[in-house]
């Protein structure tokens, strides 16, 4: 079997055992074993528990990047396409590949996170690229709705900061409770995220009262 195929393999067992056990708790012999191969031949190929597992990082997180942007070449392609319907895409394929791969989103949002250093960078690299993203839909929008947008750079970027966030947190909700569909998440995110910006959008403002 060649090398590439082979290293795979050895990874979907590493994703799906990481995944559902834990980064702790997941051991070599197990994850070999799920793979058809012997343990020896994993440290060949994978040289530690660690870099294993930072393999399997960089592979989820390339994969939930590719998704989404695959998304909006193939569906949101096309001059004048309306900022929403390119975020809508975005999140719709976001939502849909978290969904069908649970493993791959345990290990990026819950194992990643939780053991430090290097790991929580591989994550945060993913993160920062999906951020980039949507600020330049959000600045995209603002550039729509005003010739001069009154939405200031950081308050772009934070909004996209905030968007992430919950799009993370909403995945997990998703994947929790049965019956939920990757639109009806998307959806969820869109009433409650892009109706906001667009008050924003026409000068709209909440402010405490005092």
């Not at 399997?56 to 989404?68: D, F, H, Q, S």
């Not at 004048?80 to 989103?105: I, K, V, Y």
């Not at 995220?193 to 009262?209: F, I, K, N, V």
């Amino acid at each position: 079997m060649p090398r590439a195929v082979r290293e795979q393999q050895m990874l979907d067992a590493a994703v799906r055992t990481f995944g559902q056990r834990g980064y702790r708790a997941a051991s070599m012999d197990e994850i070999a074993e799920l793979a058809g191969v012997s343990k020896p031949l994993v440290y060949l190929y994978l040289n530690s528990k660690e870099e294993l597992f930072t393999a399997c990082i960089r592979r989820e997180a390339a994969a939930l990047v590719a998704a989404v942007r695959d998304a909006l070449e193939r569906d949101a392609a096309g001059p004048g396409l309306p900022a929403d319907r390119q975020l809508w895409a975005g999140l719709t394929a976001f939502f849909t590949h978290t969904a069908e791969n649970p493993d791959g989103w345990a290990v990026l949002h819950q194992q990643a996170r939780t053991h430090g250093e290097p790991f929580a960078a591989e994550v945060a690299a993913m993160r920062d690229e999906i951020a980039a993203f949507v600020t330049g839909l959000i600045g995209e929008a603002a550039r729509e709705a005003h010739r001069d947008p009154a939405l200031g750079d950081r308050d772009v970027s934070g909004l996209a900061q905030a968007l992430v966030g919950a799009a993370e947190s909403l995945a997990q909700w998703a994947n929790e409770t049965p019956g939920v569909s990757a639109k009806e998440a998307a959806a969820t995110l869109m009433n409650f995220a892009w109706t906001g910006l667009g008050g924003l959008m026409d000068g709209r403002r909440w402010s405490p009262s005092r």
